[in-house]
């Protein structure tokens, strides 16, 4: 079974600081992922799309992936009250998806 | 405006009476999808099809039917609910399966089943 992971949280930041939310998979075959943010009630949106080795910025957004150690993490930089959601990483190949995590930036 | 519509965005049936949920895209994709959502378990895929007449079984594909008639046009039928199928349910389309343009995802059907 193909498996993605990622810690339900909820993860709580203060305002302004930096979120890190990360994702490990266990099919080595997986090359590359999406981040997609789902709001409370909401269907998800596409955020980030990754496929290299390394870092992916956009933004405040940083995507980053390591193919050697099967994990793929998402920074937001100066974190604010609105990217208060959940985050899902998905799978590109299979678009299996994570159960998410659910961030909270306090002001 | 490109989207994919599903409807009814709410619905409170009883046990074992059919439905359908509706979902209908306008970017002429050839991929189309839905899934479930449940607390603690993230989106799990139900059925998908690649294309026109071309269906498959997802992760939980048990207790529903699919069908493909028309490109825009990607049903998903409850014959005989039970409870355990209420859910979250989202329709996504795609140009393909692996698209790097990801997916849009349908507004949702909150569907409980009493």
């Known amino acids: 079974q193909k498996e993605v992971e990622q810690n339900s949280g909820p993860l709580s930041v203060p305002e302004g600081a930096i979120a890190s939310l990360n994702c490990t998979y266990s099919?080595?075959?997986?090359?590359?992922f999406f981040w997609y943010r789902q709001y409370s009630g909401k269907s998800p949106e596409l955020i980030m799309f990754?496929?290299?080795?390394g870092d992916k910025e956009d933004g405040r957004f940083t995507a980053q992936l390591n193919k050697a150690s099967q994990y793929v993490s998402l920074l937001i930089r100066d974190s604010q009250p609105s990217d208060s959601a959940t985050y899902l990483c998905?799978?590109?190949?299979?678009?299996?998806f994570g159960a998410g995590t659910r961030l909270t930036v306090k002001p | 405006e490109a989207q994919v519509t599903q409807n009814p965005r709410y619905l409170i049936t009883v046990t074992g009476k059919k439905l359908t949920v509706t979902c209908s895209q306008n970017?002429?994709?050839?991929?189309m999808s839905w899934y479930r959502q449940d607390p603690g378990l993230g989106l799990r895929q139900i059925y998908y099809?690649?294309?026109?007449?071309?269906?498959d079984k997802g992760d939980v594909p048990e207790g529903y039917k699919v069908s493909r008639k028309e490109k825009r046009n990607f049903p998903l039928i409850l014959e005989s609910p039970s409870p355990n199928q209420t859910s979250l349910y989202f329709c996504?389309?795609?140009?393909?399966?692996?698209?790097?343009?990801?997916?849009?995802f349908g507004s949702g059907t909150r569907l409980t089943v009493v």
């Open positions: 990754i496929y290299s080795n």
């Open positions: 099809s690649m294309n026109v007449e071309v269906t």
């Open positions: 099919d080595r075959g997986s090359q590359s």
């Open positions: 998905a799978v590109k190949n299979d678009m299996r």
């Open positions: 970017m002429n994709h050839e991929y």
């Open positions: 996504a389309s795609s140009w393909s399966q692996g698209s790097s343009y990801g997916y849009t």
